[in-house]
């Protein structure tokens, strides 16, 4: 009886901790402040030089770049330099090619065969 009621104790607390874990906030990338700016040249060089030192820098981070925009589009934009900034939600043009934009967003790879950096959940600001 005892072996029992420590089983579902543990089953139980193993339950709860499963369960606030898959449960927890998602990351609201537009509130946060962004914690390095850049411009998109010296992002994609910082890549394209070392890697791992970049992704320590940048990886997962909320980082806002400038740059030239290269390519527009409903949902994304692509800056000049190599940085392909997704879209939080499709925008009205709100750049254009060739504009020098501010974009703030999360750094989510390097592509090698494009040589760009990837962005998601951007915003023009």
């Known amino acids: ?19 606030l874990y898959m449960n927890k ?18 992002l994609g ?19 806002e770049v ?3 925009a290269a390519e527009v589009a409903d949902d994304h934009i692509l800056l000049e330099g190599g940085t392909y900034c997704k879209l939080a939600e499709a925008q009205n043009k709100t750049a ?6 501010t974009i703030k967003g999360r750094v989510v790879s390097f592509d090698d065969l494009f040589e760009e950096v990837r962005m998601d959940f951007c915003q023009v600001l």
Do not use: C, F
Not at 96 to 101: H, I, L, R, S
């Open 96 to 101: 254009q090619a060739g504009d020098e934009v």
């Open 45 to 63: 060089q910082d890549y394209r030089e070392d890697m791992e030192g970049a992704n320590a820098i940048y990886l997962d981070k909320v980082v």
């Open 1 to 19: 009886m005892k072996k029992v009621l420590i089983a579902v104790v543990l089953l139980g607390l193993i339950g709860g901790g499963v369960y």
């Open 25 to 42: 906030p998602h990351r609201d990338i537009d509130a946060e402040v962004a914690s390095v700016k850049v411009t998109s040249v010296q």
């Open 66 to 68: 400038t740059g030239i």
